[in-house]
Structure formats: structure tokens, C-alpha cells
């Protein structure tokens, strides 16, 4: 039977350039979310969404030539998830910024190991398999009803667009209200004691956050209120009540230094057995994900390539591209390494243990990782278990090493050793991460007749393009905002500082281990309170059907709370707006099935809208600070109000948040 798409333009010029410019948008704003909020967003179905409004211009464009664009910029989505460890090395201060060549060679490198390790499972993983790939049969079919509208008079032709523009100039206008020209709140918080023990009521009014929320789903978000509860009900107010406020402080300056100290710990403990359980749920998957790569690319000279749709990359020309990538990181460690005072001997010995453990622990962790995303989903694929796993294994490997090479005796030595098995965790981090995706995009590209190989080529496109974005990203964002914890200047104003939350936990982690200085007190009372809900979690599926994952609940309490908040505001929005409808469907007797997705589609394409336009103007603002700090300004340089418009500022960020959240509604409803 003749392929009818065979003719089609697939891998085009305008392609590559649309899709490099999408991915330069969704990689900046995955790295201010990912900052502010620990979490990014799936880029593949906006990214599809875009390519087919702007390429439905060109008489010839068609679905294998959008799918390459989305192929490409959903890179974007996942090489940021590099932010979880590398800032740590800012925050820990050992680096000062973001060496370019430094931090792109970890992403790139990281980003096509990741591709190259995924290829050779594509025919046992997507084609001769039953793993759903959820998130790859959306974007397949997101690009299939574009296609079919493409050449009707449909009224919903571009609505798509419409909606992520929609949503990303509302976000927008509002981010550069409050963080601009600081005429409204970001956030509002009501403080009160009782006796000794203090209490907060959060709610941030992040349009990007509510975006999230709609994305992560009810389920998370009442588990992400359950952590909000658990630190600031419970574990801040017991810990305040047992020691008196120090003369001169306020209630929020007492009750968050707590939550920094102590309650944060008990999250790091809750995360860490929470990701542990999730990855030993996951272990036979994660062996057979294994067992399969290394047995494909055992007979791989055996397999017959017989139709453009089955076609790879070459064997010959993935050997040669994992050599040269390997030497790649091999150079890009010894540039780390080489400032370091070691020894010849101990530092060769260092760069080599770190390229393999890199190469080794990302090879194991991309057929994991590639299993994972078909079994359920990209999104719900334990990346930040992936990171905690692997900075536990790197630092052991080299507490071993600099024990053996009798090099780890200074605190000069242990800090050196610390930024390494962060700078070697993040290679891992960086593979894990675009493994999650690539068998997402190459089933996509299954179920739309694409041509994989062609697919492979977009997606290490993708890596370089975003690997050249994040370090100059990064550094404008430091030097703009700073990281909690981690300021540039002095006088800045840590309110406005990035949270980075993965990177702190990072730190957490290895410097505990090296120095030997982890308060392990607290982080066992998390991982007691962890392994509490992983059991409940358990029972409460088994009786009642129901969820409330122990990780999504950790991150509630590690998370500072007015993002948490924000988060459940958007998740109630997606429950109420299926509510509403599955309760309209049964009074008029109607199918709800049809309704519930095109609101959840316009949901979906709203919600990135919001993300992206909060996230854009967060970055364009950091322009304009860095540009006025450097000419001698101030770090507010397009504020029109002071300190005394606060409390007016707190109640029109409120009626805005309040009048957005309601539009989204109104919409969801009315598209249903």
C-alpha cells in the first residue's frame, strides 16, 4: 500500500526557523517558571497549536511539516528541567554566574545523549508496544483536527492561537503591573498568632501559576493544599510556640525564618522518600525499559529498515555522535576541574569518573525514563526523583574517590567536590529529561506518519537552540531577581527573589553529605511524615478510588505557600469547569465526552498562555533592571508608586486575580 504522505515537505527551512523561534519563547519562560515554581510546562501542544496559525499561510504547509516545529520546540520544555540542579552552584556560591560555554555544553551535551540513547528503543517502546504516550497521542491529535479544519470555513479555525494569546496578554499586563510598575500584589498574606504560635493565610495571584494549577489537576493541587496545611498549620506553628520571638522581629520575619530552617527540611525529607517510593513503584518498568535498550542495540545491525516511517538515524552515525558528545563533556569537566589546585592525577581521575558516570547513570536513567513517559506520561515522570537519586549516587561516588585519592581534607576540597556532583548531576538531569520527551514526540510522530528520522534531527536542533537560550536566560534572571538565599547586590529586595526550590534541595542534599552537617532531625520527621502518606495514599486508592500523591503533598510543604496556593486555585478551576459540564450533560441528557475536551483543550491552550505571558514579561523585566543597575539606577526602575500604595496595590491585585480566574471559567464553559 503506497504512503500518501510520503510527498509531503517535512523537515523544511521555515520549519526549523519557526521552530527555533518558538523554542527561544517556551525555553525562557520554562526557566522563570521553573525558578519561581520548581515546575515546567509541556511545550509540544501550544508549540503544534502555534506552528499550524502561522505556517496556514504557506498554501503547502501540512501536518508532518507542524509536527517537526512542535517536534523541535518541545525541547523546550524539558531541557530547562536543568534549572533543578545548576543554579545550586550560584546558590552555594561557587560559581559567580553562568559560564556560557560551561552551562551550554551540559545542556546540549545532556539534551542529544538524551536523544541518541532514546532512538534505538523507538520500534520496541512506540511501534511494537502498548504504552499509552499520552502526551504524544494528544499532540497527534491536536495536529490531525488542524489539519482537517485547515481547508474548511470553520469558525474555530485559529482559535487556538487565539486562546494562548488571549491568556498571554492577560498574564502579561498583569506581571507588569505587579512587577513593573508595582501598582498591584503578587501575593497576599494575613498573619496571626495564638499565644506563641503563629499562623499564615497565603494566596499568591500569579496568572502563571493558575495556568500551572489548570495543568497539574485536582488531584495535585489538593495534595500540594494538604503540604500548605501540614507546614503552616501544623509543623510552623508547633515549631513557634516552642521557643519566644526574638525582640524585633515581626511575625513573618519570625515564622518564615522557621519555615526556612526547620519546616523546609521536613519537605527536603518528605520529597526524597516520596521520590524513592515513586521510582521503587516504577522498578519494573524501569528494568524493562533497560532490558529492552541494551537488547535493541544488541541486534540493532540485524534490523531491516523497510519504509520511510521506520526509519532512524544510522547506527554508524549514532556511534559517532555519542563519541564525540562524550568528548565533549569530557573537555567541558576538565574546564571545570581544572581550576580546582588538584593534582594531575587526582583531577584526570575526576574528569574521567565524572564523563562516566554521567554517560553510564544517563544511558540507565534514559531507558528508565523513556519507559516511565509511555507507561504514565511526561508529566507525571518523576524528573525530580530522577535528580535526588542521582545527586545521592554522584556524591557517594565521589566522597569514595576523594577518600581514595586522600584529596577530600579541606573545606576547600569539600566545597570543590560538592559543585562537581551537582555539575555531574546535571548532565544526568539533562538526559533524563529530553529521554521523557523524545519517545513522546517520535509516538506523535508514529500515529502521523512522520519520518522518525527526520523527527531525531528537529530534536537535537531543539537541544542546541535551547542550550545556547538558558545560560544568558539564567544570568539575566540572577542578576535581575537573585535566588533565595543567593542575592548579587546588596540592597536587593528578597521578596523578589526566584525561589529555585529543586536547587536548594540539591544543595541540601550534597553539601550535607561532603561536610557531614546534614541536620538529619528534621528530615527524618519528613520522611517519617512521608512514608505516613505514602501508605495512606495507598489505602485511600485501594477503598475510595482516590489519590493524593505523597510527592505532590511534599512539594506543598517545601514550596513557599503563596505558589502553592496559586497552584490549587488553578487545579479547582479544572475541576469545577468538568463539574459544571458533566452536571449540565446529565440534565439534558447529552454526551459530556465531547463537551469535556474541547474544554479541556481550550483549557490546556489558555492555561500556556498564561504561563508564557507572565513568563515573557518576567524576562523582558529583567532586561530592564539589569539595564538600569548598570547604568546606576535602581532595581525598580519602572515603579510608579511606593511603600504606603501597598495596601491598595494588595486589593487591585486581588480584584485582578479574582476577574481573571472567573474569565477563565466563563470561557472553558462557554467553548464547552
Avoid at 497549536?49 to 516545529?69: G, K, P, Q, T, Y
Avoid at 574528569?351 to 528508565?368: E, N
Avoid at 498562555?609 to 525598580?636: H, Y
Amino acid at each position: 500500500m503506497s504512503d500518501p504522505s510520503s510527498s509531503l515537505r517535512e523537515l523544511t527551512l521555515r520549519g526549523v526557523l519557526l521552530g527555533a523561534f518558538i523554542t527561544l519563547v517556551f525555553t525562557a519562560s520554562n526557566v522563570y517558571l521553573g525558578l519561581k515554581v520548581g515546575m515546567t510546562f509541556a511545550s509540544s501542544i501550544p508549540a503544534a497549536v502555534i506552528s499550524m496559525a502561522l505556517l496556514r499561510v504557506f498554501h503547502d504547509s501540512n501536518i508532518l511539516e507542524n509536527n517537526i516545529v512542535q517536534t523541535q520546540a518541545s525541547a523546550a520544555g524539558t531541557l530547562s528541567a536543568i534549572i533543578f540542579v545548576l543554579p545550586a552552584l550560584l546558590m552555594m556560591g561557587y560559581w559567580s554566574g553562568f559560564p556560557l560555554l560551561q552551562t551550554a555544553m551540559i545542556c546540549a551535551g545532556g539534551g542529544i545523549l538524551g536523544v541518541v540513547f532514546t532512538v534505538p528503543l523507538r520500534r520496541a517502546l512506540v511501534v511494537n508496544s502498548d504504552l499509552t504516550y499520552p502526551e504524544g497521542v494528544a499532540a497527534a491529535e491536536i495536529l490531525r483536527v488542524g489539519q482537517a479544519s485547515q481547508s474548511d470555513a470553520s469558525p474555530q479555525k485559529g482559535q487556538g492561537f487565539r486562546e494562548i494569546l488571549l491568556g498571554g496578554v492577560l498574564a502579561g499586563g498583569f506581571s507588569l503591573l505587579t512587577g513593573g510598575f508595582r501598582l498591584a500584589a503578587d501575593s497576599v498574606s494575613h498573619w496571626f498568632s495564638v499565644g506563641r504560635a503563629v499562623f499564615q493565610l497565603p494566596l499568591g495571584l500569579s496568572f502563571a501559576l493558575v495556568g500551572a494549577g489548570y495543568l497539574v489537576g485536582i488531584t495535585g493541587g489538593i495534595a500540594m493544599l494538604v503540604g500548605v496545611f501540614l507546614a503552616w498549620g501544623v509543623a510552623v506553628p508547633w515549631l513557634t510556640q516552642l521557643v519566644p520571638m526574638p525582640d524585633g522581629t515581626t511575625l513573618a520575619g519570625f515564622a518564615s525564618g522557621v519555615w526556612v530552617a526547620k519546616v523546609r527540611l521536613i519537605g527536603a525529607g518528605m520529597i526524597a522518600i516520596a521520590a524513592i517510593w515513586t521510582l521503587i513503584t516504577l522498578i519494573r518498568p524501569m528494568l524493562e525499559g533497560m532490558r529492552i535498550s541494551l537488547s535493541v542495540l544488541k541486534n540493532s545491525r540485524e534490523t531491516v529498515q523497510q519504509s520511510r516511517m521506520d526509519t532512524d538515524l544510522s547506527p554508524g552515525l549514532l556511534a559517532k555522535l555519542t563519541g564525540l558528545i562524550v568528548l565533549l563533556l569530557g573537555a567541558t569537566f576538565w574546564s571545570f576541574v581544572a581550576d580546582s589546585g588538584l593534582p594531575p592525577v587526582a583531577a584526570w581521575t575526576l574528569v574521567v569518573a565524572g564523563t562516566l558516570m554521567a554517560f553510564l547513570f544517563g544511558f540507565l536513567v534514559a531507558a528508565a525514563c523513556g519507559y516511565m513517559a509511555g507507561l504514565v506520561g511526561s508529566s507525571a515522570s518523576p524528573i525530580s526523583g530522577i535528580a535526588v537519586i542521582a545527586i545521592l549516587a554522584t556524591s557517594m561516588v565521589f566522597i569514595g574517590l576523594g577518600q581514595a585519592l586522600q584529596v577530600l581534607d579541606s573545606p576547600e576540597s569539600i566545597r570543590f567536590f560538592t559543585a562537581l556532583a551537582l555539575f555531574c548531576t546535571s548532565v544526568v538531569v539533562a538526559v533524563a529529561a529530553i529521554s521523557n520527551d523524545n519517545l513522546q514526540d517520535l509516538k506523535t510522530g508514529w500515529l502521523v506518519h512522520a519520518t522518525p528520522w527526520r523527527q531525531q534531527i528537529a530534536l537535537i536542533i531543539g537541544c542546541v537552540i535551547g542550550a545556547l537560550t538558558i545560560p544568558p536566560v539564567l544570568e539575566l534572571l540572577y542578576n535581575a531577581y537573585g535566588f533565595l538565599g543567593s542575592l548579587p547586590r546588596a540592597g536587593m529586595d528578597p521578596s523578589q527573589a526566584l525561589s529555585a526550590p529543586q536547587a536548594s534541595l540539591m544543595i541540601t542534599i550534597a553539601e550535607g553529605l561532603f561536610s557531614h552537617t546534614l541536620d538529619w532531625t528534621y528530615i527524618r520527621i519528613g520522611v517519617y511524615v512521608g512514608v505516613a502518606f505514602i501508605v495512606f495514599d495507598a489505602l485511600l486508592g485501594r477503598l475510595a478510588g482516590h489519590r493524593l500523591p505523597p510527592l505532590a503533598v511534599a512539594m506543598g510543604v517545601y514550596l513557599p505557600p503563596s505558589i502553592a496556593t496559586a497552584l490549587f486555585v488553578g487545579a479547582l478551576i479544572s475541576w469545577y469547569v468538568k463539574h459544571r459540564i458533566r452536571v449540565q450533560a446529565t440534565t439534558g441528557n447529552q454526551d459530556a465526552a465531547p463537551r469535556l475536551e474541547a474544554a479541556e483543550r481550550q483549557g490546556t491552550l489558555f492555561a500556556s498562555g498564561l504561563i508564557v505571558g507572565e513568563s515573557l514579561v518576567g524576562v523582558a523585566l529583567a532586561i530592564v533592571i539589569v539595564a538600569s543597575v548598570a547604568s546606576g539606577g535602581s532595581d525598580a526602575p519602572l515603579a510608579l508608586v511606593g511603600a504606603s500604595f501597598q495596601p491598595t496595590a494588595t486589593v487591585l491585585g486581588l480584584l485582578a486575580f479574582v476577574g481573571m480566574c472567573l474569565l477563565f471559567i466563563r470561557r472553558l464553559l462557554a467553548r464547552a
